[in-house]
């Protein structure tokens, strides 16, 4: 395998998850050696023993789950290892006026405009990320790694972090750019590098690529359609059923229909309140007026724990801290909502061979490989086969019900595919799916219904020989009638 980056260039990095990837960066980043080959970096050798060996020589890497200790303010994160001291009566102290000025000067950069004494975990993803990047930009970075920066930003944060890359290029910094946003990647790139089985199978000029080559590139063969097609209808029996749910500032007076073998989406911006819905009908967050009824009948009590004895699941889109054990092995991950149920006998022991098979049966289902189901931490898999994990959790018992919040996030097109067959052999066989994305297109490919919301309203239900991308985006500007609907 090998690259040439020259300075002032963006060269993206694209393939499916277990390409080998986050290996490469790995290596650049100092977190592994390298076992053959050589590299060089500014004309000289370069092979670092470890991270600090590759920031001495001014690489950073902006992880896509970043690296910040959120109880500590901007200016303590980004001067963790080198804060400017004085010395006070022969004891040496943290020198706080230099240090606001140090940090102001590189959130100007970076065009944060908030106070250097903010705790981080008080900023939002994309703001977050913009710290990193001025960390990146406090020891001079000549050669910045993004890893899918974009999964958690909004539109806005995503096109502002795009115009800090341009402009980081202008100033004749390499970057290196790894996304699923096969389209992103086009719009930033200069070179791309396409890898598949730790291999370099693409090599070039962003002029020699396009979506339908990178993609046939990366899986190896070519993928017609990115979406499949469904094969059944939804019933008219209602599985799942809102009436005027309000939560004051975050839902307002929603009500919807789900049924029995459909595909239902939700549209909107950021801040629209679709995730925050999914969390209500879970039972994670609560409704202070308004009905949630699943097979006709009230839920209660609204917890989670009865939620998932009434069929439903849920699928979060933060796998990292609510969706997964990070440090647990990836079976006890996958058997981890099923578990209650093969627990037996007085001693109230788990029937682990049992439910053993049936956890090997969803990995399959799920393409986990099966191999590294015992003694590896799921922690160590790619984000992709973190998603996977998160998805198949749900599936060793197929769920009545199945809330899905950003299925895709953060996976590659060919995981993507077998993801929405997941989705379609579900609702097939009569769940009820109700699918949260920020990607119009994929809703339009899945779904047989949209809802889109704005500022915790539904402004628009659309029917799918009625979807029009610019219809969506209208209802969720609420650029309509602006009035509330029912669905």
Partial sequence: MGFTLEAGQVLGLVGENGAGKSTLMNILGGVLAAETGQMTLLGESYLPRNPAEASARRIAFIHQELNLFTNLSIGENLFITSFPRRTIAGIPVIDRSRLRQATSRLLDLVQLPVDSTTLVERLSPGERQLVE???ALSVDARLIIFDEPTTSLSARESAHLFGIIERLRSEGRSVIYISHLLDDVLRLADQILVLRDGEVVGRGPKSQFDVGRLVTLMVGRQIEKLYPARSSVPSREVALELKEVSQPGIVENVSFQLHKGEVLGVAGLMGSGRSELARIVFGLETHTRGTILRNGRPLSPHTPKECVRQGIAFL???RREEGLLMEW???????LVQAPSYIRGPL???????????????????????????????????????????????????????????PTRG??????????KIINQLAAEGTALLVISSEIE?????????LVMCQGEITACIMRDQFDREAILRSALRQGSGSKTTA
Avoid: H
């Fill in 411 to 420: 996976i590659d097109v060919g995981t993507r595919y077998e993801v929405y």
């Fill in 329 to 335: 092995d990836v079976d006890r991950n996958l058997g």
């Fill in 348 to 406: 109230r022991l788990i029937r682990d061979a049992a439910l053993s098979e049936k956890v090997t049966a969803t990995a399959k289902q799920v393409r986990v490989d099966t191999s590294i189901l015992r003694g590896l931490a799921v922690k160590s898999l790619s984000g992709g086969n973190q998603q996977k994990v998160v998805l198949g959790k749900w599936l060793v018992e197929n769920p009545a019900v199945f809330l899905l919040d950003e």
């Fill in 133 to 135: 990047i001025a960390k």
């Fill in 442 to 450: 994929e809703l339009m490919g899945l779904c047989d219904r949209i």
């Fill in 316 to 318: 979060t889109e933060n």
